[in-house]
């Protein structure tokens, strides 16, 4: 296993439509237990895989309180099962030290594939239905400061620009 690097805005792999997945096989498997050791080292509750480079249709995700109990879906596809939308401050590790609400359906399905290539559904509330709506539209090029007002959004992409000289300049 490794930590991989995280992209971060502006980067235009961030703005890639990820590709299904046509076979869950050790390759992959490989690739979901390095995102699982990226998204620890980064502190981060989930990560799509291209926020690693990667444009396949694959997220990893861990809510747990001892960080031990990772899951892992390999194209996803999820339904709103409410009109009921939830605002949350949210985060992104591709968007560094920026968070600003967003509004999403408080309660969806996903149905996915698993590590062991098993299909899987379930329901998901709470921040289960933040995460993974947030790494879906990871999936479809898309990142939360998308949802901002253009003014907000640049002033997020400059900010994150400059800790990236900052931490560059550090090392
Ligand atoms: O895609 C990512 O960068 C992973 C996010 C997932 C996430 C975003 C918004 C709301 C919930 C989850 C990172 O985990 S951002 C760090 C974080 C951690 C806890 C709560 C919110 C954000
Ligand atoms: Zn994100």
Redesign the pocket.
């Known amino acids: 296993m490794a930590v991989r690097e995280i992209l971060t805005v502006p980067d235009a792999r961030l703005k890639l439509v990820s590709k299904p997945v046509d076979t869950v096989d050790d390759a992959l498997r490989d690739l979901m237990d390095d995102m699982v050791e990226t998204m620890y080292a980064a ?6 895989a291209i ?1 690693v480079g990667v444009d396949k249709r694959v997220i990893v995700m861990d809510l747990s309180e001892n960080r031990d109990a990772p899951r892992y879906f390999v194209n996803p596809v999820i339904t709103p099962l409410t009109e009921d939308l939830k605002p ?1 401050s ?5 968007i560094p030290d920026v968070f600003d609400e967003v509004e999403r359906p408080s309660k969806v399905k996903v149905e996915y594939i698993d590590y062991d290539g098993q299909k899987r559904e379930e329901i998901a509330e709470d ?1 289960f239905a ?2 993974i709506q ?2 879906m539209d ?1 999936l479809e090029g898309v990142v ?1 400061i998308d949802y901002l007002s253009r003014l907000k959004r640049e002033r997020a992409v400059k900010k994150v620009q400059k800790l990236v000289r900052q931490r560059a300049a550090a090392e």
Do not use: K, R
């Not at 502190?43 to 799509?48: C, F, K």
């Not at 949210?90 to 591709?94: Q, V």
């Open positions: 502190d981060g509750i989930g990560l799509a926020q949350y949210e985060g992104c590790l591709s921040l933040v995460c947030h790494e990871h939360f």
